[in-house]
């Protein structure tokens, strides 16, 4: 007779981890009887919770032993705070340093998240960005396994990590997308995306689809024994083979032969799209854009001309600063742009795989000899909000972004950030925040956030008069680059500086800056670590200290 099955989706995050490890063996790691919460909760009216919504397990999975990384979405949507994203990614670097050590950690995360906790906002955005700087350095010693079971799915700058993952499991209930419905529907209007749709937002980015165009390894039922069963395939059958976000000329090409101003039927897209291969790629340059915008104007200022333009919102060109060879990339409006929820500087579809093109191509040129800086130049209002962007893997191009831009700071080249206008959001994760060092123009038009005011308010239920009130309550949730230095992930932050029209000595200035941060990030080390040893990061991301410290010690 046939055994029942029994539901994964409806198990609590810590339930989930206890039935993917062998019986006996669940061992959690600061636990809810610790009382580790958010500090930032209360203070803003919210009742927090003991875990903050994340379970880290340790025990054996098929006897050997495993580290498993579950997200509670009944909490705060499954969003990404402070203490929930440092216990995520302090276990993720436990694992990392016991592969180093040769003990075989496997590591299994569980995702069911909305993303950014936006009541917490730039505290999520920087857990994130070390959440996927683990998960790629993690993927050099053993695979990284992702299930995303159902219920809330896996929603914005999480979408970069799963990503990243080495394999990925899914249900048909599953969801996997950077920008949510009610997201694109706010931010480029109900034609775009019509969020009560509910046939459209499984078509778009349910867990058949995603398994249809390949964004995911394995569509299974919903039920414990299938995950489990398909949990162990994965790890016995897995083999060095390329991870999706390695797989860089294979979805340039697949990007190529879509024509998104020409309606297809899903089937006619999917059979372009599997049937494309990386010899199909065509990388002969592109037509320009002219649009100025404050990313142009420090590109041309600091590098000159873009010399590999494949991609005309995307500039990349090297130059030597007193002999220091430097590759800079940033992302431009193109008004020409196939893409149109991309024309203003968004990272879309196209730029999410140029940077990662641009970034890998430095690291082979560079292979066997000095590893050359790499600077991104950072004025992105957002990444792209639209139908298409999703339904062909914006969260896989932001991760492509991201997975290159931390091989090269492993592999030696000092990645340097300079924001010299918006870094919002997705477009920010994937273009800028793997950098060894960032630096920022002290400057009212440059600002840091997870989220417009308007998109942020409608998926807090708040007004912006109420959101801007609780900036003063938790400044990680302000829109301004003074309260961002404030969490100690800037490297300097640059005043006297003409940030949309500079002069020669502003160009002078930043490039003295550029050298002394590359000189400090070949002279550091390779991981990200220095952002929590600033004294801002000691005083205002002590939760993020304290949380490591205390894995370390359970671990």
Not at 14 to 22: F, Q
Not at 42 to 56: A, F, N, Y
Request: charged share 25%; glycine share 8%; with cysteine.
């Amino acid at each position: 007779m046939k055994a029942l099955k029994v539901s994964f989706v409806e198990l609590t995050a810590r339930d989930k981890a206890k039935s993917l490890l062998d019986d006996k063996t669940f061992r959690e790691l600061l636990d809810p009887f610790e009382g580790f919460e958010s500090p930032h909760l209360e203070r803003q009216d919210i009742v927090p919770q003991s875990d903050d919504g994340v379970v880290i397990a340790q025990g054996e999975f098929n006897q050997k032993p495993a580290v498993i990384i579950s997200i509670e979405g009944s909490f705060q949507g499954g969003g990404i705070g402070e203490v929930s994203g440092a216990k995520i990614a302090g276990a993720l670097e436990l694992a990392l340093r016991d592969n180093q050590n040769g003990i075989h950690t496997q590591a299994i995360i569980i995702y069911d998240t909305g993303g950014v906790r936006l009541q917490e906002a730039n505290y999520g955005l920087l857990a994130i960005a070390e959440i996927a700087a683990a998960i790629s350095a993690l993927r050099e010693y053993t695979s990284v396994i992702g299930v995303i079971p159902g219920k809330i799915g896996c929603f914005g700058g999480m979408s970069l990590t799963a990503g990243l993952c080495s394999s990925l499991i899914m249900t048909k209930e599953g969801r996997l997308t950077l920008n949510g419905p009610e997201v694109i529907e706010q931010e480029a209007g109900i034609k775009e995306f019509d969020s009560q749709n509910r046939r459209l937002i499984w078509n778009t980015i349910g867990g058949e689809q995603r398994y249809s165009m390949g964004f995911v390894d394995y569509l299974v039922d919903d039920d414990i024994d299938s995950i489990k069963e398909t949990v162990q395939k994965d790890i016995q059958q897995k083999t060095a083979s390329a991870s999706r976000s390695e797989l860089v000329d294979l979805y340039r090409a697949r990007l190529q032969t879509i024509d998104p101003l020409q309606p297809k039927n899903s089937q006619d897209i999917r059979n372009y799209w599997n049937g494309t291969t990386e010899k199909d790629l065509d990388d002969k340059k592109k037509e320009e854009s002219s649009y100025e915008s404050r990313g142009r104007t420090w590109f041309s200022s600091l590098a000159g001309e873009s010399e590999n333009e494949t991609v005309a919102s995307v500039l990349s060109a090297d130059k030597k600063i007193n002999d220091e060879p430097i590759r800079f990339i940033s992302v431009v409006p193109n008004e020409n742009s196939r893409f149109p929820r991309a024309r203003h500087g968004e990272v879309g579809l196209e730029e999410g795989w140029a940077i990662a093109h641009y970034v890998r191509e430095a690291m082979e040129q560079d292979k066997g000899g000095k590893p050359r800086a790499i600077v991104a130049v950072v004025d992105v209002p957002s990444q792209a909000y639209g139908y298409k962007e999703e339904f062909f893997g914006l969260h896989q191009a932001g991760a492509a972004a991201v997975d290159a831009y931390a091989k090269a700071r492993r592999a030696g080249h000092p990645v340097i950030t300079l924001i010299v206008g918006h870094a919002i959001s997705g477009g920010f994760l994937t273009h800028g925040l793997q950098a060894n060092r960032i630096l920022a123009l002290n400057d009212e038009g440059v600002n840091v956030h997870v989220m417009s005011k308007q998109s942020a308010a409608r998926i807090t239920r708040r007004t912006i008069q109420e959101l801007e009130e609780a900036t003063k309550k938790t400044p990680a949730m302000a829109y301004d680059v003074t309260s961002f230095a404030e969490l100690g992930a800037l490297h300097a932050l640059i005043d006297g500086v003409g940030a949309a029209y500079p002069n020669r000595k502003d160009i002078k200035k930043i490039e003295e800056h550029l050298l002394e941060a590359i000189l400090d990030a070949r002279s550091g080390t390779l991981d990200l670590r220095n952002r929590l040893e600033s004294k801002e990061a000691k005083s205002n991301r002590w939760a993020s200290i304290e949380v490591r410290e205390r894995l370390a010690n359970q671990w």
